[in-house]
């Protein structure tokens, strides 16, 4: 048992707190410890909710003394990625819109978290309303890459990435619209995973394209994603969206695959992700995976999708044409920001105009235009409506790939962290970073992120895993497999590589 | 300044001399579903604003709605009702439009997938005539919020101070019932549109998807209108009338926009596309906004919603569960009580056919209750400026009050005396009868007293009986019906009285 509780994977600690070895409260202590520390340099959270997790700490370990039957990750403290909302927390999906805004009510999900025990440390930063692959884009500053502060934490969810890789949190929650629990999970040496869409109740869930956005665990390991995603989910009446069955068997596949044996399993590389704007430490970690999974028994075929190639520009037009819609609430009449202009009547109209000019960042306002001019009269069908047709030929694809292998893997990422700034003024090379994930949540399939290794450059590299929708549980097999072998490669998780964090002294 | 107010009205009767009318009706109906449309918050009439709200009715962020299974029920049945198809699948969409009064800043309805599509009505006149209004579809939306606006004359929002929103009416299910150009009307076209609404309003009591009380707003029609020189030219520019809440408001809107649009192109202007006002104090409609092309709501499918996908199954069940329609009803009601058409179409406009069905099932002859309601209780209720329905004397009452004339215990006269005691709250007929002492003298022997005592009093009249002359009998008649105070049975007594006489 080491003596530093932040290390351990979450299914470990969660095994230290059944035995009674440590309480909850010393755990959720240790992490706000931990916060405390690095997060000045790291920036990971928005706002730490110190008094509220503790709390929630004690009861459990209360209620674990009363000899209580407790959720498997009680006593477990978590973060959340802030475009969640959460009844009494502040929740600004990182906008300037939302600043000071508590929300009223708990999402679906946050309210499983809070039932299951689990002490929420805090909201983590993103980029705003979860638009943008550096978190560049969030009102409130930068967050940091642990593995170099220099860089990013990819996005939009680097907050929970870089808190998991931090070890200020062994789970986080995240969302994943077109790669933005994947790719920060691959730039920081993270397990991310967006669930089959449906998978996870969206209500409460800020939502920047609702027929793409997907909230999934972002964590250390394999496991301790599937335990979180068993957690947060299943149905839920409250979103219409959500798959009415139940939720497939992801912990007993990451448990089993962990064993190491893939034999007979079919694995499909993606002829369209790889190759040509791919950075060569990270094609060779994706060819040395693959080789990995070959001597675990699995069979590795090449497919072809096709219409891959017109996936980014079908999801730029798909994606700012519901964002333009969802973001319209953001108007200064009934909460968050409200800005009257600053000369002549002020009028309802005007305050709106008012307000969001100045409550939104650039990013946003980007997208809400390119939105609103692809659904505009005469230019519907053009864009709005060829880019759902790409979508029907990108589930076609995917239909048709998975009948030739059981999984379909690539690189998450084209690149490793890039150094802040960098891509700033390029939105296309900054779109360009989603390319290999956004496939998925264009068909709604499932896709997971496992660091494979780390690149020429000394910075992590991930390995996407895709499976069919509802078939969750394979990708969890896969990853673990992986991660085993990976591992004992290794000697250890790949972050016990990160460099060491500058910690502040604790003032307690 | 637009045409309207340059050029003068033409006179209702020489415009439609002139004119074809084509009119379009769009009807909104808000459902008396217990919870709103898309979320768990409570709809009832009056609450203090903003108390029935949720994160989904508020549009609070990460808030997602749910459909309202019960509201696409009453859809299916608006749509059964007014023989449509029912789609097998249909999408929500969402309109996209700023205003403080609709929270997400778009409003959830469906567009180019109604539930229901392709159906007709039959709308009776006040004369009998009966006239069909193809319909083109029914779909389901929210409602938005409720604006006041405050300080300033007009309680309009130009001059107002500041707005206030009560978002408890926000997300109420409306269903949207829109017709086909009705072509045909002539002259009686603002008849037909304030017929066709009323005929709504009926099914919708009748089907019982709203209260459909049009004073709360339940029940909310926008009336089109367009002229045309002859039913063969092409169909003229239509204006839109807004929120007209009234069956009287209604006819009179379109007459009013007949004779303002016939007043426009005898000028030889353009009728301008836009939405118009109706005014309550004069009749009158106003410009409001000009409708163009700019107005650009860009639909697209609500991504939050799945399909609504009614099965087969339910909608023959909804549609074997539907209830008799009004129109149907009246038309069994007439055949089985053989009124003539004008005693039922006066029936029916004085809203007396569940009275009379009701009296009738208590027993009465369908002749008897007719006598009854559309007799002595129309008058009282004319009297008292009142609704038939709202006297307090009850059909059961009415039943037994013909019962005690049929048989003879009290008479005609009697009767109405019977009905003061029921009216003033004395109780039922029966009791009124024993406790004003009202029963018919049926007793010979009481009224032989009676009328020995009248023939001596006027033995003058008794000889030009006796003499063949029996017209002066009615004298005697009377001294005995005053001399019982009008309790005996006339008829019985006039026998007497002959019978004493020799006659």
């Known amino acids: 048992m080491t003596n530093d509780l932040t290390r351990l994977s979450a299914s470990d600690l969660a095994s230290a707190l059944a035995a009674k070895e440590v309480s909850s409260v010393e755990a959720t202590q240790a992490h706000l410890d931990r916060i405390t520390a690095v997060d000045g340099d790291v920036h990971a959270f928005l706002h730490v909710a110190s008094e509220e997790a503790l709390e929630t700490a004690a009861q459990v370990d209360a209620r674990r003394a009363a000899g209580e039957e407790v959720h498997p990750l009680a006593g477990v403290p978590i973060a959340v990625k802030d475009v969640v909302v959460t009844k009494g927390l502040p929740t600004t999906a990182g906008s300037k819109i939302l600043e000071g805004w508590v929300p009223p009510y708990d999402a679906t999900l946050v309210e499983r978290i809070k039932a299951a025990g689990l002490p929420i440390l805090g909201k983590t930063n993103m980029d705003e309303f979860a638009m943008g692959s550096s978190t560049e884009h969030s009102a409130f500053g930068n967050t940091k890459n642990p593995w170099d502060l220099e860089r990013i934490p990819g996005g939009s969810g680097g907050g929970s990435a870089a808190a998991v890789a931090a070890f200020e949190a062994p789970l986080a929650i995240g969302t994943d619209t077109g790669g933005s629990i994947r790719q920060p999970g691959a730039v920081t040496g993270t397990v991310g995973v967006k669930p089959t869409y449906g998978g996870v109740s969206r209500y409460g869930l800020i939502a920047m394209a609702s027929s793409l956005d997907q909230a999934g665990p972002v964590t250390r390991t394999v496991l301790d994603a599937a335990l979180l995603h068993e957690l947060i989910g299943g149905h839920d009446p409250h979103d219409s969206t959500s798959i009415d069955e139940p939720v497939p068997g992801v912990v007993e596949a990451a448990r089993q695959g962990a064993s190491g044996d893939l034999a007979g399993l079919r694995v499909g590389v993606v002829r369209e992700l790889s190759g040509e704007g791919y950075q060569a430490g990270v094609s060779a970690r994706f060819e040395e995976s693959l080789e990995q999974l070959r001597a675990l028994g699995a069979e590795v075929v090449e497919v072809s999708c096709p219409s891959f190639g017109y996936a980014l520009d079908a999801y730029y037009l798909i994606m700012p044409a519901e964002a333009s819609s969802n973001l319209a609430k953001f108007d200064g009449m009934r909460f968050g920001l409200r800005v009257e202009p600053a000369e002549g009547p002020v009028t309802a109209e005007r305050v709106m105009g008012a307000t969001r000019g100045a409550g939104f960042g650039d990013e946003v306002k980007r997208r809400i235009i390119l939105g609103t001019y692809a659904l505009s009269a005469g230019y519907y069908d053009a864009y709005y409506g060829s880019a759902q047709k790409v979508r029907t030929l990108i589930q076609r694809d995917f239909a048709a790939a998975f009948e030739k292998a059981d999984v379909l893997v690539s690189p998450t990422a084209p690149t490793t962290a890039f150094k802040f700034g960098e891509k700033l003024d390029d939105p296309l090379a900054m779109y360009l970073n989603d390319i290999a994930t956004i496939p998925a949540n264009l068909a709604g399939v499932p896709g997971m992120s496992v660091p494979n290794g780390l690149s020429d450059d000394g910075l992590p590299v991930g390995f996407q895993i895709l499976a069919p929708a509802k078939a969750d549980d394979r990708m969890y097999r896969v990853g673990a497999a992986l991660e085993a072998a990976l591992q004992s490669r290794w000697g250890g998780p790949l972050l016990s590589q990160a460099p060491d964090l500058k910690t502040t002294e604790l003032a307690r | ?469 029996q017209g002066p009998v009615g004298a005697i008649i009377g001294a005995v019906m005053k001399a019982t105070k009008g309790q005996a049975d006339a008829k019985r007594v006039r026998e007497l009285v002959l019978d004493r006489i020799g006659r």
């Open chain 2, 1 to 469: 300044m637009t045409a309207a107010t340059t050029t003068g009205l033409v006179s209702y009767e020489d415009a439609v001399r002139r004119y074809d009318p084509v009119l379009g009706i769009e009807v909104h109906v808000e459902l008396g579903t217990r919870t709103k449309m898309f979320c768990a918050a409570e709809v009832e009439f009056g609450g203090e604003p903003n108390t029935q709200v949720t994160p989904v009715s508020l549009g609070l962020p990460g808030a997602l709605p749910v459909v309202n299974g019960k509201a696409v029920e009453y859809a299916i049945r608006i749509g059964l009702a007014l023989n449509c198809t029912i789609a097998e699948s249909c999408r929500f969409a969402r309109k996209n439009y700023f205003y403080p009064d609709v929270p997400k800043n778009f409003q959830t309805s469906q567009y180019d997938e109604p539930i229901a599509y392709d159906g007709w009505i039959d709308v009776e006149l006040e004369d009998g005539a009966v006239f069909r209004v193809e319909i083109e579809r029914a779909h389901m939306e929210e409602d938005a919020g409720k604006n006041t606006h405050v300080g300033g004359a007009t309680g309009r929002i130009h001059g107002a101070e500041y707005s206030l929103v009560d978002y408890n009416r926000a997300g109420i299910p409306l269903v949207e019932i829109v017709t086909r150009p009705i072509e045909g009307a002539g002259e009686r076209a603002p008849e037909v549109a304030r017929a066709y609404v009323q005929t709504l309003r009926d099914i919708f009591r009748t089907l019982g998807v709203s209260e459909a009380r049009m004073e709360r707003g339940n029940v909310r029609a926008d009336v089109n209108l367009s002229l045309r020189t002859s039913p063969d030219a092409p169909l003229g520019t239509r204006t839109e009338t807004k929120n007209v809440n009234s069956f009287r408001s209604i006819e009179r809107a379109v007459r009013y926009e007949v004779s303002r649009q016939a007043g426009v192109l005898d000028a030889g202007l353009p009728v301008i596309q836009e939405t118009r006002h109706f005014h309550e104090d004069d009749g009158s409609t106003s410009s409001g906004r000009v409708k163009s092309d700019a107005e650009d709501y860009r639909y697209f499918p609500e991504p939050d919603l799945v399909p609504v996908a009614p099965s087969r199954e339910w909608v023959e069940e909804i549609r074997a569960s539907l209830p008799e329609l009004p129109v149907a009803r009246r038309r069994r009601l007439q055949a089985e009580w053989g009124y003539a058409d004008a005693e039922m179409r006066d029936v029916v406009n004085a809203g007396a056919v569940d009275l009379i069905e009701a009296t009738i099932a208590a027993g009465t002859s369908a002749a008897g209750a007719r006598k009854w309601w559309m007799g002595e209780l129309a008058r009282r209720a004319k009297q008292d400026e009142v609704a038939l329905e709202d006297l307090s004397v009850t059909p059961a009452q009415i039943a037994q009050l013909q019962s005690l004339v049929e048989s003879g215990r009290i008479n005609d006269k009697i009767a109405r005396q019977v009905l003061d005691g029921v009216l003033a709250g004395e109780g039922d007929p029966e009791a009124v009868v024993v406790a004003r002492g009202l029963e018919v003298v049926s007793d010979d022997g009481a009224l032989l007293a009676a009328i020995d005592d009248a023939l001596a009093a006027q033995p003058d009249i008794v000889e030009k009986v006796r003499g063949g002359n």
